[in-house]
């Protein structure tokens, strides 16, 4: 079935640092596929998306590729702050549905 | 313009007694979908909705839990006889009907059973 599989947190890191958080994605289709951001206590909010093969989705610093060949859609930002201590969660289009990773806690430290 | 709203933002019940989730989508919005976060875990799809049709429900218990979302007021998911089990944190979120992946999330009921 759809299903979506990111890397384990939780992930620590200093202020600017580069920050990569790996998803791979079942190759069923060309899904559109996402990254969502969840700060403590609150919903996710859409982080960034692409909706076809070598898109690059980009938000707040933050970017994704959209890679047909290796199924991924791994997340990048070049200098984290703080203020970027979340979880992050990888999804794709899946019917009607978004299909979600299980989340990676990435806390940075300042 | 709002975004999704959902009440209460916590909710404590004792097993056996019932829980009551709303949801207001976003203004415009007529694709509503219910999502379960259990500690440490990741968002799993209960249902999918638009007004006074349930579309899919692949991932709803098949006993206990029920939606719905009126042709007038919010969408309701409603857990009936609760247990341990069910606490959780219950996201809505809402799409445009010209892009349902794109769906923008409510803040979550969190319910707690004792």
């Known amino acids: 079935g759809d299903s979506v599989t990111q890397m384990e947190g939780p992930v620590t890191l200093s202020e600017e640092a580069f920050l990569t958080i790996n998803c791979t994605y079942t190759?069923?289709?060309?899904?559109?596929l996402f990254w969502y951001v969840q700060y403590p206590g609150e919903g996710l909010q859409l982080l960034l998306k692409?909706?076809?093969?070598?898109d690059k989705g980009s938000n707040k610093g933050f970017e994704a590729t959209y890679r047909k060949e290796t199924t991924s859609f791994h997340l990048e930002k070049g200098s984290v702050q703080v203020s970027d201590s979340a979880v992050y969660f990888c999804?794709?289009?899946?019917?009607?549905?978004?299909?979600f990773g299980g989340g990676t806690r990435v806390l940075v430290k300042p | 313009n709002a975004g999704v709203m959902q009440n209460p933002r916590h909710l404590v019940r004792r097993r056996g007694q019932e829980a009551r989730l709303r949801c207001s989508p976003m203004?415009?919005?007529?694709?509503v979908y219910w999502y379960r976060q259990l500690p440490e875990e990741g968002l799993k799809f209960m249902v999918y909705?638009?007004?006074?049709?349930?579309?899919?429900e692949s991932g709803m218990p098949k006993e206990r839990f029920s939606a719905e979302f009126p042709k007038e007021g919010p969408s309701i998911l409603r857990i009936q006889q609760v247990v341990r089990g069910d606490s959780a944190a219950y996201f809505c979120?809402?799409?445009?009907?010209?892009?349902?992946?794109?769906?923008?999330f409510g803040p979550g009921t969190r319910l707690t059973v004792t």
């Open positions: 999804a794709r289009a899946a019917g009607n549905k978004l299909t």
């Open positions: 692409a909706t076809k093969a070598d």
């Open positions: 190759a069923t289709g060309y899904p559109s």
């Open positions: 979120a809402s799409s445009p009907s010209t892009d349902f992946y794109e769906q923008y």
């Open positions: 909705l638009q007004k006074e049709n349930i579309i899919d």
């Open positions: 203004k415009g919005h007529s694709h």
